[in-house]
């Protein structure tokens, strides 16, 4: 285990709100310079990676720059990664270990942000063997930052405790998932094949959105289906309890590992998104952060009947009783 | 046609933006009394009306009031529609005719609102021989306030006009639906038969979003699917130039009539779901306000090869290619 005292844990987190507001400026005056016109054409000059669907854009390399620059030189022991510096460099490898690392994503929503979208943020997170303890996610065109550290609470702009909802925190609903708010991304496999990711998930979303009695039984008449185009705001928002569920498989790392942080410091529970094969017994296993597959439950009260984790253990069955399994590829993860 | 002169139209806008701000005030100060806590064991209180999805809620009502109240006190010629006086009525039939008449809906995105999902929001439109002539949009939780008064552009917190990119406005994408973010909601029909809305739209989404050869070549591959749970949300974010297409059925005039003045004052196109039998080369009709069938496309600039009315009639086509027929009724629209 490596040792970190509570003094140096409360410097790192303030060190780590900073940034984010900074780094979250930046984003936002890239946004702006935008606005203001520079004889564009069509969009933002972007380089395409895999498909028209994967950008990277140059604000992503600044902004990761930036706050590479400012972590080496504040703490020079410290291991960091990068969505950008990881896709430049060779290897596909889990790279997160014990060591005390920062595990950051510049600009997640890029495609939101090529096209101002507003839902795009830079996600900063700080971990320790291997466990996110510290999460910045600040999306600068809403006006939200979120933040968390281990111990003390998760927190909307520093002032608004999360869950949105404190006095008390609401119950998941009886019949869920009836009466919760779904979350879940298109994303950017599009194949149009059985074994294709779109063809699974969509399939998974229409059991999630179906009337009770439809899909062979499997219809779960969520109270609505969103998707915004970013992990990142699917987690944050999930940590405010405005999202009950969220389901996704194809992030990585850096897209989720503050959300996780600030996630679980708000009292949501978050764990695989493929169903094991006796789903109904199964023990709900702690997320693996490099999995690229992920379920979470927003927080939630206790009732007479059922602990706060009792209730979020039946709504993770009752999603995996409607979902297909995803196919995502992590070496060493 | 009704005669109102340039400087009653001016003063009815700069009242209809203050209407919106004071009854965004008036959300914005219910959601944080739900934040404050009130022993409330589960959600706000509300009233169950077609089925678990179709909330109407305390502050729907108190809003409506509010509006209904202030514009009958200012302009008691002036004719009213809002939402909730409507579902309370006994008629189902179109009431818009060419009388000067507020459209409201009090609290756009009510399943938002109960999960404190942020994209809620209050509209207010003003119409003229059955056209909305001014819109006012408040989404209290993201401070984003939209307007627009017929000749005076339209505008984001009354300071940055829309589409967000003017200098120059982008032009859409050569291959369109390719590059589009493309925003559709889930909505309240969750049927599971063919002829059933959820099936039809489910089928569409899928042909706007699989790769180009896919779907029997009716594969849209866009560039990302995205639903916020608002119709005029999704209008809102057109105008911004955010969303490229935004494609729905089922809601009513008061979700679209601000969203519809400003989108069209921004440059947007809007007009109908349903795609016409000679699709390829059919008129576009201009929208017919209650027609619960939308089919928007975002501001667009100009270039050496097509107008921008060219390029979104285009893209129009393009939807219409890959889209099924929505059954919705409306007597007398």
Known sequence: MTEISQQQLDEIYAFAVQLGKDAGQMLMDAARRRMQGNGATTSVDYVEKEN?????????????????????????DHKFIGEETYSAG??????????????VDPLDGTVNFTH????????????????????????????QTFSSCRGKGAWL???????????????????APSGCTFACEWGKDRRDTPEGNMVRKIDSFMNMAAERKGRGGKGGMVHGVRSL????????????GSIDIWWEGGCW????????????EAGGL?????PPADF??????????????????????????????????????????????????????
């Open 280 to 333: 109904e017994t199964a023990d709900i296993p702690p997320v693996k952060l490099g999995s690229r597959l992920y379920l979470a439950i927003r927080p939630a009260g206790d009732t007479p009947d059922e602990t706060a984790r009792q209730s979020q253990g039946r709504v993770v069955r009752e999603v995996w009783k409607r979902v297909q399994e995803l196919s995502y590829s992590r070496p060493g993860a």
């Open 90 to 103: 060779a290897s596909r490898d889990y790279l997160v270990d014990a060591a005390p690392t920062w595990i």
């Open 52 to 76: 028209s669907v994967d950008l990277v854009t140059k604000t992503d390399n600044d902004v990761e720059a930036f706050i590479h620059n400012a972590v080496s030189k504040k703490y020079p």
């Open 270 to 274: 978050i764990t695989t998104a493929n």
């Open 116 to 143: 101002l979208f507003p839902m795009f943020c830079v996600s900063i997170a700080f971990a320790i063997d291997g466990v996110p303890v510290i999460g910045v996610i600040n999306a600068p065109f809403l006006h």
């Open 157 to 175: 702009n520093e002032t608004q405790r999360l869950p949105l909802i404190q006095n008390p925190v609401p119950a998941l609903p009886a019949n």
């Open 229 to 240: 185009g970013s992990a990142t705001m699917d987690l944050a928002y999930t940590a405010m």
């Open 253 to 264: 790392e850096w897209d989720v590992a503050a959300g996780i942080a600030i996630l679980e």
